[in-house]
């Protein structure tokens, strides 16, 4: 599982390192420009988990008049006060919870706050929960930080929905921290609140009051069909026990922006992250979190993520519809995020992928699976890039074919690579002279 697995010059890293894994999408940029690179055309990205939307105007403003008003120095660690206050004001409304910003954490993005939290709260051999396929980094830092990977496997034919029932036994006493992430990436879940009712109780009852689930909400913004973002924090019992985190980078179209914020039960967690803060980066730039201040509290955002979510919704529609009408493939409707999730395993078998992994040198295989391969054939033969399972948590993978479509593309793009796709999932000979080429079977 390992992204880093050091070994190429011995006796150079820590141990360690071979331990942490990776965000596969990353590695993807490279290959991209590699495919690029023949001058036959660009790829599609249907690989990106950042909208397509411009940064709205009257947040980029907020950003430059912090700059030229002189904001860029160090500043406190745990976040601006006043960003902390708007957090905390929008956290709390949303969510029916009295907020104290003493209790919020302010990061680069939502990334930090995932390995952050492992590193406060996990001890060697304790457990770590987390949903498979899911979001990668749940999984990359569990045994970088000496916890144990607990992943709870999500079922298509239940919409890839986690209940209490499916989350009880792979809870324990030692089970130190649950991931949970509605709406979610890859699938789309969004959690109903019968569905948070449940998984609360199982919970309260399966655990002890020290275990902390960790609500990833980064997408909470981006749900469909008149679907309201609950979060399991709301519920009875569970503030005392939620990390509520979530960022700008996906609500407002701003990855760049880097800046997240983790809300913890209490100001004592809270302040154990401000000193991680101060050891990892001092601070986080004042410009951005100014700039993220105005994103939460100006009336100019809210139009601004209407328009970006009517925009995935219509997309999402035609993409799981076409998707639907390629032999070998069913996809289900996603209610939140701006992804779809199609299982290809009919796809798969009808190239006889199996096979032709099953044969590839095991160095191969262990970075690799049936539905990498169709992927990269896709990329590298079509010129449409997407995201493989494996790439959302490599155990309790084998033998699940799904590809992740990201639709924050245009629309006009999204069609030209439903068509290759289809193209792709029928050609056999060229899938079987992919493999035989050799060219690029893993990541
Ligand atoms: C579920 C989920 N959580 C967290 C993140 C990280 O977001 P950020 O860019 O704010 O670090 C992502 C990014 O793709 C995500 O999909």
Redesign the pocket.
Known sequence: MNGSAPGASPGLFAERVGRIGTEEAFKLGPLLTEVEADGRGRVIRCNL?QPDFPLPTHITEAVVDALRAGHTTYCDPQGLPELRRAIAASVGGERGLEVDPRRVVVYP???PS?GLTQHAYVRAGDEVVYPTPG?P?YESFVEYVGGTPVPVPLQEDSGFALTGEELAPHLSLRTRLIYL?FPS?PTGGVASEEQLAGLAETILERTPPTTRVYS?E??EAIVFDGARHVSIASLPGMAERTIIAS?V?KTYSW?GGRV?WAVFPTVEEALVQRNLNINYYASIPPYSQLGAKVALESPASPPAIATMVEAFRRRRDFVVDDLNQIPGIRCQLPRGAFYAFPNISGVVESLEAEAAFAALPEEIRRRSSPATLFALFLLYRYRVATMDRRSFGVRGSEGRHFLRISVATGDEDLREALRRLQQAAADRKGFADFVRSGERLAY
Do not use: E, F, P
Request: glycine share 18%; proline share 0%; net charge neutral.
């Open positions: 988990g993005g939502s990334r995932i979001y980094l992430n990436n990833d980064a997408y960022a980078s990855t997240g």
